[in-house]
Every structure is written in C-alpha cells, then in structure tokens.
C-alpha cells in the first residue's frame, strides 16, 4: 500500500510517568477512509496515544506522522486537519447547541457568516439535532451532548476525526445513534476511535487494534482478527455415534484437528480447517457417507470479537 493511503502511522512510541511506562513501542497505522476501533482494557494506554497524536502530551520516545507530517514539528498543520471528541466532552452549557456549533466554526472559518451558519445547520442536521438547535446544553441528555460532540468534532471538515469513547457512557439507543452518525461519516472522513464496547466495533469497524498494557497485542482487518486466532471452524451437530467418520476426518491433511463433545444426548464435532476451499467441497460429503450419522445442524462457527479480545488478553498475561 502506497504511504499516501495511510493517514496515521506511528513508529516505536513510548511514554513513561516516572518509572510507570504508559506506552511500550507502539506500531500503528490507520488507512484513509476507514474506521479504526482501538481497543483495550481501562489502563492500557489507549488515551495517552491520542493525547500524543494531537500533541496533548509528548512521547518519552518513537515518532509518528499524520497525513505525512510530522506530529512534533508540524502539529499545528495538523491539528487544522482534525476534529477530536474527547471521553467527556465539555460545552458552554447556558449557550444552545447552535450558539456553540458557531463559536467554534469561527476558529475555523474566515468567510462570510451565512457560510459558517450554513455548516452549523449541515451539522445538526447530520446529528439528528435540527429540532433542539436552540436550546440550552444544560437540558440535553448525555446522547444529545454526545452527538452534539461529534458534530463540534467535524464542524472543520476534519481529514481525520479522533473520538475517544464516543458512546461509553450511552444507553442502547444512544449508542445506535453514534454508530450510525460514524458510519455516515466514512464517506467523508478517516475515524480513529477508542472504546471497550466490544459488540459496537464489530459492527462499525473495518480495522482494529488491540492495546494491552501499553503494547500492540494484535491489529488488522476485523475479519483477519475475528479468524486469525483459531482458524477456520466448521460446527457439526450429529446423532448417532460419529466415531468412524471422526477417525476418516483426522486422516484429512487439510483438517488440522476436532473436538467432540455430548450435548442433549447428540454429539457436537468442532472442525477445524486448514483449506476453505477444500472444506467447501468435500467436509460435508465425508461426514455424509457415514450412514450412521444424521447431521443435524451444520455451519462455519462464527466467532465474537469479545470472544477473541478476552482470548488475546488473557493469553498476554
């Protein structure tokens, strides 16, 4: 991929507090126009990063670039380029949500006032705000504010959108509405997000990363995670007693193992895959000429990112 396609890349980044290390040379690179969830247990660093990406705080050592420039000596170049959503974002509560859209366009915009007006609205609307933009913050709920965050984020029209936790503190719905909003936003932007729910990055994000204890333990396309930990699984429930066909199974160079477990007096085979294409063709066709055996349910297992991340944080410790 050409260094043009990725708008983050993060070289051997350390930070320590004293004799506590925050960070322990992390790699990373975020491709443009993807949303990349950055994942990992409370403590494990991943605030500290994106403090240093907008140069909040300093690495001890390491270096990064965004959008090709270097974050030390060119951050104001940068910063230009980007909207960020902190964990708790913060308004100026007896100002409506129009008045703060405004306040912070003009940091950005130089042009005409109805120009500025004109985006404030773009973004209530693309929040789903219209309705409220005059009243007080200090009536909205935590969903509004949050979603009101985001649209304080990308007011700029940012190259690159940090949220950190954007839906961590959310009801169900609200999370929804987050989700929605960063999935319209793909189009137009690159997301670098953190959060520690699971089911809502398995939903939205092409890319992750997971940070435990200040290191990269695993990061890549979603599905590339979801598969990269066990392989291709098929799930075989059978009645009947499937020991022959089991045995003709471990004789298969492309299954690297099963697993047979009882349950409600059927018999459940976990089998695990070398070859996909090989398995399409021929695994059901051999569990099928055993004529003892009835297949009873039969599907490639599906694996749950929350499944995989305790499976990868557990084996780090």
């Known amino acids: ?21 925050a960070l322990k040379g992390v790699d990373l690179q975020v491709r443009r126009n993807s949303i990349y969830g950055f994942l990992g ?62 306040f912070t366009a003009k940091f950005f915009f130089s042009g005409p006032e109805f120009k500025l007006r004109e985006r404030c609205d773009e973004m209530l609307a693309m929040v789903g705000l219209e309705s409220k933009a005059d009243r007080a913050i200090k009536g909205f709920s935590g969903g509004e504010k949050q979603r009101l965050g985001i649209a304080l984020a990308q007011v700029n029209y940012p190259d690159l959108l940090i949220l950190d936790e954007p839906a961590s503190a959310l009801d169900p719905l609200g999370r929804q509405a987050v989700l929605e909003i960063m999935d319209r936003l793909r189009e137009h932007t690159t997301i670098f997000y953190s959060t520690h729910i699971l089911d809502d990055v398995q939903r939205v994000s092409d890319t992750v990363a997971i940070l435990n204890s200040g290191k990269i333990v695993a990061s890549g396309a979603i599905e590339q995670i979801l598969n990269g930990q066990n392989g291709t699984i098929y799930n075989v429930i059978v009645k009947g007693n499937p020991l022959s066909v089991v045995e003709k199974l471990n ?15 059927n018999h459940v085979l976990d089998i695990n895959i070398l070859d996909e294409a090989k398995a399409e063709k021929h695994l059901l066709r051999t569990i099928l000429s055993d004529p003892e055996i009835i297949v009873a349910e039969y599907s490639r297992k599906k694996f749950e990112l929350e499944e995989v991340f305790m499976d990868i944080i557990k084996g780090e410790q």
Do not use: C
């Open 1 to 21: 991929m050409a260094q043009q396609d990725f708008v983050i890349k993060i070289d051997g980044i350390t930070k320590k507090y004293g004799e506590t290390q």
């Open 251 to 265: 004789q298969i160079p492309w299954i690297s193992g099963i697993s047979n477990a009882k349950l409600n007096g």
């Open 41 to 102: 247990p409370n403590g494990a660093g991943k605030t500290t990063l994106m403090k240093i990406l907008l140069r909040l705080v300093r690495p001890t050592s390491g270096r990064a670039a965004i959008f090709g420039m270097d974050i030390q000596k060119e951050s104001v170049a940068i910063r230009e380029r980007i909207g960020y959503l902190p964990q708790h974002p913060r308004f100026i509560e007896y100002m409506t949500a129009r008045e703060n859209l405004i």
